[in-house]
């Protein structure tokens, strides 16, 4: 009878055990992040990321200042942001102007369109049948509204990566007709 119990009782508290075990995440880390973060998916950063750069427009052309640079920090990756501290440094020792003021790189850095988006729609990352994706490129529609009411629409691609637990924007690739260059990377290389 002891045996028969044992038998029993065996698999049952093997199935118990397996409940009580922590489960690894579908994906780990890839590498360490040490600035802020912003909470949500790849779609959901991305999509706060553009609704900053929409409220910032008219507020300043050309690469960020320091101010607009710690606002855009949790939204970008570690390598994006250092090539843009970079590409703000060379700026700031080709002229005796102060950094900002006047700038080789002009008008919005973060779209096709130096002029900058009005509205920016980021698609849904719902459809990304990898959910254990590190990097994920999203389609962005932008729209730019001018005072006379005409509206200028394209659409970008943002690359969203995963830092530690946090989804950041890594590059951005410019599909519009007026893009100075392929991405947002070669427009801070090329200086």
């Known amino acids: 009878m002891k045996k028969k119990n044992i038998a029993l009782v065996l698999p049952l508290a093997m199935l118990l055990s397996a409940c009580t075990s922590t489960v690894d995440p579908a994906y780990k880390d890839i590498s360490s992040r ?3 973060c912003v909470e949500g998916g790849p779609d959901t950063v991305a999509q706060k990321f553009y609704d900053l750069r929409v409220q910032q427009i008219g507020q300043q052309s050309g690469l960020p200042d ?3 640079a710690a606002q855009f920090r949790p939204y970008l990756s570690q390598a994006l942001y250092e090539q843009i501290q ?3 440094k060379q700026a700031g020792s080709r002229t005796t102007a102060p950094v900002n003021k006047t700038q080789p790189i ?3 850095i973060f779209t096709s369109l130096r002029e900058g ?3 920016a729609d980021v698609a849904s990352a719902s459809t990304i049948p990898n959910t254990d994706a590190r990097n994920i490129p999203l389609r962005v529609n932008l729209t730019h509204q001018t005072a006379g009411g005409q509206s200028v629409m ?3 691609e943002v690359l969203m990566i995963r830092e530690g637990t946090c ?3 890594d590059d951005i690739r410019f599909m519009g007709v ?3 260059a392929g991405s947002l990377r070669q427009l801070l290389g090329d200086r």
Request: net charge negative; glycine share 4%; no cysteine.
């Open 106 to 108: 002009n008008g919005d």
């Open 34 to 36: 040490t600035a802020p």
């Open 66 to 68: 320091d101010s607009l």
């Open 86 to 88: 970079i590409a703000r």
């Open 167 to 169: 989804w950041v924007v």
């Open 178 to 180: 007026s893009a100075p």
């Open 154 to 156: 394209w659409q970008d």
């Open 117 to 119: 988006s009005t509205s």
